[in-house]
């Protein structure tokens, strides 16, 4: 951990850090899969035995239930840890590529070697994941690194500043803890790689730092993803699914249903089963939300009184509250809530939610629920709730999205054989598995001649080096 007393310190130490990395980079890079696995492992087991630590810390952070930590946390590091475990001998390989007839007598390959020294930003709502599983990929790929949490969590950073120290010297991994300040800070220095986890808006900040140094980025960026619900949909089951989808983490999580589309004809049974479905998660004994363990709280109170205002201005602007609405400062809880009559011209069809409030918007042609998914920026995911194969397909042929998940919600961010992440707004670059692990690497081309020759083109160009060139050109 490092002591920091002064924006002088902060850049020296930034500096320093930086430097001993660059220095042990070249020798990173040299690391079997076998020694690259050994520090994967290190990462997993500190996991396995700190489980509870790692709990109790995002408890205190936001009262993240324990349940909710092992499962969207751990579970989907774990399988992360294990699968590039499994796969990364063969991510290492040469990947031979073929070889067009005119290039006869060369081979050419695929070497993934590491960018070097990269930087991971990383956000506050899942905020050990979404630290450590991009850590994985970059020491997978041969990697040195910064992590920089966020501020937002600070019992949660505190703890990878810990694991991070027990597990590698400085000039491997590190962590620089605090807030916007010291992430300009790190920004400054010329990075090979930044992968950051967070809002579009800052964003666009970390790109254009980017930009002075041509560092290349990869964006994990948010935004409003919806959910659309047709007729043939079993509303049971979606409305349960979103409805878990928009309440786990309190709803604020990158891919979590912003607002759903619901055809006119379902709405009612839609809304009676989301209500059911909340009570059933939430409601043991007819107790209130409040009291519920497996409900964690806004992280903030600015984040709760930015959520209070979408409500209070949706009102004002005569949206109805069907389900929920109760709100307590003193401990930043909002009960799960459905705003119905919502309309385009409220502020909180414009910005991204990350909370446990629904906007339920009806329609009767599918075309004007893909007109209000089209007039917003690509959304990071978008959900589909129906049973029809031709509805499917033609929602997925007339929207773009960074991923789309039929009949569920949030689960394909655990499959690390799926590319994880946005498109413009919500963010570019893949992750999961193999597609981290290519964000962390130059893809370098290599080619070698073995036998044969292009000297029949060169120069001087004669009447017949020219045919030859136009046959080429042509045929081969
Ligand atoms: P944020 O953008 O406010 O902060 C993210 C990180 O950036 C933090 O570490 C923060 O300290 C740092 N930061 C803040 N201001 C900065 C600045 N001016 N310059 C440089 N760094 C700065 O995001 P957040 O509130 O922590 O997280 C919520 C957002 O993240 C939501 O938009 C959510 O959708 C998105 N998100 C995306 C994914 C994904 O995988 N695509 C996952 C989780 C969250």
Redesign the pocket.
């Known amino acids: 951990m490092h002591t920091i007393f002064s924006a002088n310190d902060l850049h020296d130490t930034i500096r320093s850090v930086f430097t001993a990395q660059r220095q042990h980079a070249a020798q990173m890079a040299l690391t079997t899969a076998a020694q690259r696995i050994e520090r994967i492992r290190r990462i997993g087991k500190w996991v396995d035995k700190h489980e509870e630590a790692i709990q109790q810390a995002m408890y205190e952070d936001f009262r993240k239930p324990a349940a909710e930590v092992s499962l969207a946390e751990l579970m989907a590091l774990r399988s992360e840890i294990n699968y590039t475990i499994q796969h990364l001998g063969n991510w290492m390989k040469s990947h031979r590529l073929p070889t067009p007839t005119v290039l006869i007598g060369t081979k050419s390959y695929i070497r993934y070697e590491p960018k070097g020294v990269v930087l991971i ?6 905020p050990f994941v ?1 630290a450590i599983r991009p850590l994985v990929s970059a020491i997978a790929a041969g990697n040195v690194a910064i992590i ?5 969590t600070p019992n949660t950073a505190k703890l990878i500043s810990r694991m991070i120290e027990e597990l590698f010297p400085v000039e491997e991994v590190d962590v620089f803890e ?3 300040e ?3 800070a ?2 400054e220095m010329p990075f090979n790689h930044i992968f ?8 666009r ?2 790109m254009t ?1 980017a930009a002075k140094q041509l560092a290349s980025v990869t ?5 409003k993803s919806p959910a659309i619900v047709d007729e043939t949909a079993n509303i049971k089951q979606s409305a349960e699914r979103l409805a878990w989808g928009k309440c786990v983490n309190n709803g ?4 979590a249903p912003d607002y759903v589309l619901v055809h006119q004809s379902v709405k009612d049974n839609f809304l009676q089963a989301f209500r059911a479905a909340v009570s059933a998660m939430y409601r043991g004994d007819n107790k209130p939300v409040v009291d519920s363990d497996s409900y964690a709280r806004i ?1 903030n109170s600015r ?1 709760f009184e930015r959520l209070r205002n979408l409500v209070d201005e949706a009102v004002a602007k005569g949206a109805v509250v069907s389900m929920g609405g109760t709100m307590d400062a003193s401990q930043n809880f909002i009960e799960p809530t459905i705003l119905e009559r919502v309309t385009s011209d409220m502020l909180i069809m414009h910005e ?1 939610i ?1 909370g446990p409030i629904l906007p339920v918007l009806t329609y009767t042609d599918l075309d004007e629920a893909l007109a209000v998914v089209n007039e917003r920026d690509k959304p ?1 995911a978008l959900y589909i709730h129906s049973r029809n194969r031709q509805t499917i397909d033609y929602i997925i042929n007339r929207t773009s999205a ?1 991923d789309t998940v039929i009949n569920e919600t949030l689960i394909h ?1 655990s499959n690390s054989e799926l590319p ?3 498109v413009n707004n ?2 570019f670059g893949k ?1 999961n598995g193999f597609f981290s692990f290519q964000e962390f690497s130059n893809h370098r081309g290599i080619m070698q001649r073995d036998f044969g020759t292009m000297k029949f083109i060169y120069p001087p160009y004669t009447d017949t080096v020219r045919k030859l060139i136009r046959f080429i050109g042509k045929y081969l």
Do not use: M, R
């Open positions: 930003i990383a956000p506050w709502n899942y979404l920089k949490p966020s501020e937002l605090g807030d916007a010291v992430s300009t790190l920004l950051f986890t967070g809002s579009p808006a800052v964003g900040v970390v730092a964006l994990e960026l948010g935004g604020q999580t990158c891919i992280v984040h991204e990350f990071l960074g961010f994880f992440g946005g919500s963010g992750s």
